[in-house]
């Protein structure tokens, strides 16, 4: 099975900051990386396709970078809303894992 | 407006069975595949299953393969876990979630708000 690590686990963060959470694979998964917001008692949100593919609606804050083993969701200017849990997810040739989450905080 | 609702979700002892559902609406339903996804605290997220929009194809995670079965109704947009010799490690919040695709790339772009199961004596 394709690991997925990511880190940090959890972060502080003012509102207005700019923000970066990793995300690792155990091996090359190519661009098939999603990245999913969840706030508590909810589904997850997806935000980014494809490592870098934003989802309609979501706002333009939200960047998603890398491919092989390594990506990046960055969040410039973190707003109150943004105050959650992010997840990253590997779809590669049909196999589906996710990271283990990073929390996000105010700080 | 795409809608995914769960259901069937409860308390169970350990080696019964339970069935969830999953009630689309809002797309053409049998254009997707579609995932059944379970969530805990321990162990995060974890697809556990998965339904071609054919239902031709499935795929199971390791740790229920044998256990549970997906399946789908596309007169009736629905899909079904049929989850089996429940163990206390089954406990969790269970997700459907719809793919899209784009080129060789999948997705969940739309998820329901899930179920609990709780398996327990």
């Known amino acids: 099975d394709i690991q997925m690590t990511q880190s940090p686990s959890s972060l502080s963060a003012s509102v207005g900051d700019r923000v970066t959470i990793t995300c690792r694979a155990s091996?090359?998964?190519?661009?098939?990386l999603n990245w999913y917001q969840q706030k508590p008692g909810r589904a997850p949100k997806l935000l980014i396709y494809a490592a870098s593919n934003l989802q309609t609606g979501v706002p333009s804050r939200f960047s998603g970078s890398g491919s092989g083993t390594d990506f990046t969701l960055a969040i410039s200017g973190l707003q109150p809303d943004d105050f959650a849990t992010y997840y990253c997810?590997?779809?590669?040739?049909?196999?589906?894992?996710f990271g283990q989450g990073t929390k996000v905080e105010i700080k | 407006q795409v809608h995914l609702v769960e259901s069937g979700g409860g308390v169970v002892q350990p080696g019964r069975s339970l069935r969830l559902s999953c009630a689309a609406s809002g797309f053409i339903f049998s254009n997707h595949g579609l995932h059944w996804v379970r969530q805990t605290p321990g162990k995060g997220l974890e697809r556990v299953a998965f339904?071609?929009?054919?239902?031709?194809?499935?795929r199971y995670a390791d740790s229920v393969k044998g256990r549970f079965t997906i399946s789908r109704d596309n007169s009736r947009n629905t899909v079904s876990l049929h989850m089996g010799s429940l163990r206390v490690e089954d406990t969790a919040v269970y997700f459907c979630?719809?793919?899209?695709?784009?080129?060789?790339?999948?997705?969940?772009?739309?998820w329901g708000q899930g179920t609990l199961v709780t398996v327990s004596s």
């Open positions: 339904i071609s929009a054919d239902a031709r194809e499935t």
């Open positions: 091996q090359r998964i190519s661009s098939f």
């Open positions: 997810q590997q779809t590669y040739h049909g196999t589906s894992t």
């Open positions: 979630a719809r793919e899209s695709i784009v080129g060789t790339a999948y997705y969940f772009d739309h």
